[in-house]
């Protein structure tokens, strides 16, 4: 995905040269770094074959490089070491945000983005962490609607001291049998599909530790040919009548 992330660079070949003993990065510097199928023949490569391999290499290390950055910040929330920076985060700017900043995403597939919040709400959590949930969330429906289909976002007071969120798309829906492994590492329902469209497989698992952190829960709930909903639950804001 032209792909918006709150990730810090990731530089593959600095951590390999401070973990790597001394003769492992003596040959790994001294082997050749072109693929195979540029090695095996003396004959001359076109420009636009040499080209191809070099976008082949670029996009294998760009996925492997944000599959890496997903362990480890799977790993950080998992550690308990996570330090949140909990504060009042009222709603209704930060989804406008991130339906403006998918808003180029949704229109190449004829996607519509809707804002049904409905008001003006009020939780108590880490502002990028929230930003990322809800852009992870957004992202996917995006990603996996039809063509023409719309994405909501939406929040309403829910069990007392909390607000319920939610991102509701109508693409093809899941099996109810599968919603329960939607957030499960690696897991994905359509292999191919989701081979195609990218990703590492560990987004929804970042959701569901992040929610987690700040005390809150989430689950799914679907209805094959008539899309997913997506819903997560946050403390609301001490204060606000909502705790």
Same mark, same amino acid.
């Not at 809150?216 to 001490?238: I, M």
């Given at each position: 995905?032209?792909?918006?992330?709150?990730?810090?660079?990731f530089r593959l070949p600095?951590?390999?040269?401070r973990?790597?003993?001394g003769p492992a990065y003596a040959r790994?510097?001294r082997s050749?770094?072109?693929?195979?199928?540029?090695?095996?023949?003396?004959?001359p490569?076109?420009?636009?074959a040499?080209?191809d391999?070099?976008?082949?290499?670029e996009r294998?290390?760009?996925?492997?490089?944000?599959?890496?950055?997903d362990?480890?910040?799977?790993s950080e929330?998992?550690s308990?070491?996570v330090?949140?920076?909990?504060?009042a985060l009222?709603?209704?700017?930060?989804?406008?945000?991130?339906?403006e900043?998918?808003?180029?995403r949704?229109?190449?597939r004829q996607?519509?983005?809707?804002?049904?919040?409905g008001g003006?709400?009020?939780?108590?959590?880490d502002?990028?962490?929230v930003?990322?949930v809800i852009?992870? !969330?957004v992202e996917n429906a995006i &990603?996996y609607n039809? =063509?023409?289909?719309?994405?909501?976002?939406? /929040?309403?007071?829910a069990e007392?001291?909390?607000?319920?969120?939610?991102?509701?798309?109508?693409?093809?829906?899941?099996?109810?049998h599968l919603l329960g492994?939607l957030?499960?590492?690696?897991?994905r329902?359509?292999?191919?599909r989701s081979?195609?469209q990218g990703?590492?497989? !560990?987004?929804l698992?970042i959701? &569901?530790?992040?929610? =987690?952190t700040?005390g809150g829960?989430t689950? /799914?709930?679907?209805e094959?040919?008539?899309?997913?909903?997506f819903y997560?639950?946050?403390?609301a804001?001490?204060?606000?009548?909502?705790d």
């Amino acid at each position: 995905m032209t792909r918006r992330t709150h990730r810090t660079p990731f530089r593959l070949p600095q951590a390999f040269a401070r973990r790597a003993p001394g003769p492992a990065y003596a040959r790994a510097r001294r082997s050749p770094i072109c693929p195979p199928c540029l090695r095996r023949t003396r004959e001359p490569q076109s420009i636009a074959a040499k080209s191809d391999f070099l976008r082949t290499i670029e996009r294998n290390t760009e996925r492997l490089t944000f599959l890496i950055e997903d362990l480890l910040v799977i790993s950080e929330l998992e550690s308990g070491r996570v330090k949140l920076n909990l504060q009042a985060l009222r709603l209704g700017p930060l989804f406008e945000k991130t339906l403006e900043d998918y808003r180029a995403r949704a229109e190449t597939r004829q996607v519509q983005l809707f804002d049904s919040t409905g008001g003006e709400l009020l939780v108590h959590a880490d502002p990028n962490r929230v930003d990322q949930v809800i852009a992870n !969330l957004v992202e996917n429906a995006i &990603k996996y609607n039809r =063509q023409g289909g719309g994405v909501w976002l939406g /929040a309403r007071p829910a069990e007392p001291g909390f607000v319920e969120i939610s991102v509701r798309d109508d693409g093809p829906g899941v099996e109810p049998h599968l919603l329960g492994r939607l957030f499960e590492r690696f897991y994905r329902v359509d292999k191919a599909r989701s081979r195609e469209q990218g990703g590492t497989g !560990l987004g929804l698992s970042i959701v &569901k530790h992040i929610v =987690q952190t700040h005390g809150g829960k989430t689950w /799914a709930t679907s209805e094959v040919g008539k899309g997913c909903t997506f819903y997560f639950t946050l403390p609301a804001e001490p204060g606000t009548g909502h705790d």
